[in-house]
């Protein structure tokens, strides 16, 4: 069976994801100009909803800004605008996605490293030691480490950064919307994330929220970019309620509708939604004799599968490929051991059901042997 290229795969990818028919059908009702007062209506609405699914209560208090670019443009906008030239950044990494804050820090930015190993909690004694030293304008992190599974603890981190008056980065791009988080409540500057991940549209959007007084403080700091220049969004969205250059405006569509999605589920709805999802997935696998990582604290979005003896990742992915689902292989050290599967997006239990079958018929063939018994952890 030969699948074309633009079939219908299911997406049990950590992003991007499937996307629901209305956000499908925004897409295709965009012709509208980015100089016009009905594209500054749609980026207020969307600015107003993120906001929302922010947890912000005082809204006008913030912004929002959007960015046409992935997650990793408003990462790295943050980076290259926030972050006063005699400063530096104390980047808190343990996994893939904390090493690459700390790798677009370090074009920028002075960087002091401070580094735990992947899937170990993060470091705040030493933290807090690299605060107290003096000298640094910024914390960097990521909320949910999409390599680990793990949630790191931003309300700590945010606690300790206000105590010591340094601004807080935290990389939101594969938890936001799924894995509560609050902006105000934990003490966030900066928050990033991206479209096409929980928020359930296509890639291609990326944000950056954070206080109006956090974004007019770093004004009249050196410009480093052009395109990823903070302070140019600032006052394109406060001055006209626009983006400084064309934006991907049919993603704005699709965001739109997305945002309204889940604003009309409910974020703690969503939330149990979307646990109840991770961990039926979760049990399938184990009644399976499939282990899988059991980190503390886990996010909702994603499981690390420890792949059964003596198949390979890519054997496992070619077969469920030809079936129309779509795995990802772990990240650095865990690549070759564990394979990636994630439930958000326009999944159902239906869809998750279908995979399992696929999987069986995978394990059940001849050339791949059962998988041997093991000890289960399931948390
Ligand atoms: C996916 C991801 C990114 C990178 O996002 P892109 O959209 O690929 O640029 C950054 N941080 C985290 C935590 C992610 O999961």
Redesign the pocket.
């Known amino acids: 069976m030969n699948r074309n290229i633009l079939s219908h795969y299911t997406l049990l990818c ?2 991007p994801v499937n996307v629901s028919s209305r956000v499908a059908d925004a897409y295709s009702r965009s012709a509208l100009s980015h100089r016009e007062i009905n594209f500054t209506r749609l980026l207020r609405e969307v600015q107003r909803d993120i906001l929302n699914v922010a947890g912000v209560n005082k809204s006008d208090d913030y912004s929002a800004l959007l960015i046409t670019g ?3 443009a408003a ?1 790295e906008a943050v980076l290259a605008s926030a972050v006063a030239p005699d400063k530096s950044v104390i980047a808190l990494s343990n996994g893939e ?1 904390g090493e ?1 804050l700390t790798e677009i820090s370090q074009i920028y930015n002075r960087t002091i490293i401070v580094r735990s190993e992947w899937g170990e909690e993060l470091d705040l004694g030493r933290l807090e030691e690299h605060l107290a030293e003096g000298g640094s304008d910024l914390v960097s992190m ?1 909320h ?1 480490e ?1 390599s680990t599974g793990l949630l790191n603890p931003v309300q700590e981190v945010g606690r300790l950064c206000k105590r010591y008056g340094v601004s807080l980065l935290v ?1 939101g ?2 938890s936001f919307s799924a894995d509560l988080i609050s902006v105000e409540e934990e003490e966030i500057t900066f928050l990033t994330t ?1 479209s ?2 929980a928020i359930g549209s296509y ?1 291609g959007l990326s944000f950056v929220i954070g206080k109006h007084k956090s974004f007019t403080r770093i004004a009249d700091y050196p410009v480093r970019n052009h395109y990823l220049n903070l302070n140019r969004y600032y006052n394109f969205s406060k001055k006209c309620g626009q983006t400084p250059n064309t934006p991907a405006i049919s993603l704005f569509a699709s965001l739109h509708a997305a945002l309204q999605d889940i604003l009309t589920e409910g974020l703690e709805p969503r939330y149990q939604r979307l646990s109840t999802l991770a961990a039926y997935m979760r049990r399938q696998l184990a009644d399976r004799n499939l282990y899988f990582q059991g980190v503390q604290p886990q996010s909702v979005v994603l499981t690390n599968v420890l792949l059964p003896e003596a198949m390979s990742f890519v054997d496992l992915q070619n077969y469920l490929r030809q079936l129309g689902f779509v795995i990802y292989d772990a990240k650095g050290p865990l690549r070759g051991r564990y394979f990636q599967v994630s439930t958000i997006g326009n999944i159902s239990v239906a869809d998750i059901d279908r995979f399992l079958t696929a999987l069986d018929s995978c394990l059940s063939a001849k050339q791949f042997p059962q998988p041997k018994p093991l000890s289960i952890k399931v948390s």
């Open positions: 950590p992003g992935s997650g990793t990462n996605f690459r990521v949910h999409t990389d791009v594969s991206s096409g991940k890639p």
